[in-house]
C-alpha cells in the first residue's frame, strides 16, 4: 500500500521557520521524482519544490526560492522541505507527491500558517 506521509506543519509567526517532512511507503523512492506543492483556500495547487531521483537536481518556484530548499535520503525513505522566512503568503496546504511516467502518489497534506 502506497504511502505518503507528512508531518512538521504548525503555526508560525512571520519570519519563523518550519521543517516539513514527508515519508514514503509502499513502492521504490529511488525512482521517483519528489516535490512539495501547497494549495491555499480558493486557489490551485501550486508546485513549491521538486527534486530529481538520486538528488542531483532541484527547482523551485518563484515565491520560493532563496527561503525553501527541498532534501531527501533516499535510504530513509524520506523527503524534507525547509522554510526560512516565512510569510503570511507561505499560509497553506502543504502536499507530498511522488512522480515518474509510471505513477503519481499524493499525501494528505499538512497545514501551514504564518500568521502573527
Known amino acids: 500500500q502506497v504511502q505518503l506521509v507528512e508531518s512538521g506543519g504548525g503555526l508560525v509567526q512571520p519570519g519563523g521557520s518550519l521543517r516539513l517532512s514527508c515519508a514514503a511507503s509502499g513502492f521504490t523512492f529511488s525512482r521517483y521524482s519528489m516535490s512539495w506543492y501547497r494549495q491555499a483556500p480558493g486557489k490551485e495547487r501550486d508546485l513549491v519544490a521538486r527534486i530529481t531521483e538520486i538528488g542531483y537536481s532541484t527547482n523551485y518556484a518563484d515565491s520560493t526560492k532563496g527561503r525553501f530548499t527541498i532534501s531527501r535520503d533516499n535510504a530513509k525513505n524520506t523527503v524534507w522541505l525547509q522554510m526560512n522566512n516565512l510569510q503570511p503568503e507561505d499560509t497553506a496546504v502543504y502536499y507530498c507527491?511522488?512522480?515518474?511516467?509510471?505513477?503519481?502518489?499524493w499525501g494528505q497534506g499538512t497545514q501551514v500558517t504564518v500568521s502573527s
Open positions: 507527491n511522488a512522480h515518474n511516467y509510471l505513477a503519481d502518489y
